[in-house]
């Protein structure tokens, strides 16, 4: 298992809304940053890039459309929303195929998901699509 599904697992098991609307632009430049020291390194940059985009944008429309979790008590909420979590989640996956996995750029998918690439490492112009 890479880092990145260990990060992903725990940002969606332990993170509130709240918490990560605060935390979600720190992780997004996590991402880009790992993805430059990997370029480095020879790795191909922009299929790793294409890759952490879907990543982030994928837990940030889970957390915001999906699992809106105010409280600590994330089993009682997932308990009283169970149903309601399931058909969200049908849904951001259909968005998810056919909005966002279909776009080839990056800059395209970017542009989507509100992230200013010539801005992408101080992100001050991020927001969530809608």
């Given at each position: ?38 370029a480095a ?41 169970f149903g ?37 490492l101080s ?8």
């Amino acid at each position: 298992m890479n880092d990145s599904y260990r990060l992903n697992s725990f940002l969606l098991t332990t993170l509130t809304l709240t918490h990560w609307n605060e935390e979600r632009l720190d992780v997004l430049r996590a991402f880009l940053r790992d993805i430059e020291i990997a370029a480095a390194k020879g790795v191909a940059r922009e299929s790793l890039l294409r890759e952490s985009l879907l990543q982030w944008t994928f837990i940030d429309l889970y957390f915001n459309r999906v699992i809106p979790i105010d409280g600590e008590d994330r089993f009682k909420w997932l308990q009283s929303h169970f149903g309601e979590t399931l058909k969200k989640t049908v849904d951001l996956v259909k968005y998810f195929d056919t909005t966002l996995l279909p776009v080839k750029k990056n800059e395209d998918l970017a542009k989507i998901i509100g992230v200013d690439m010539n801005d992408a490492l101080s992100l001050s112009t991020v927001t969530t699509p809608t």
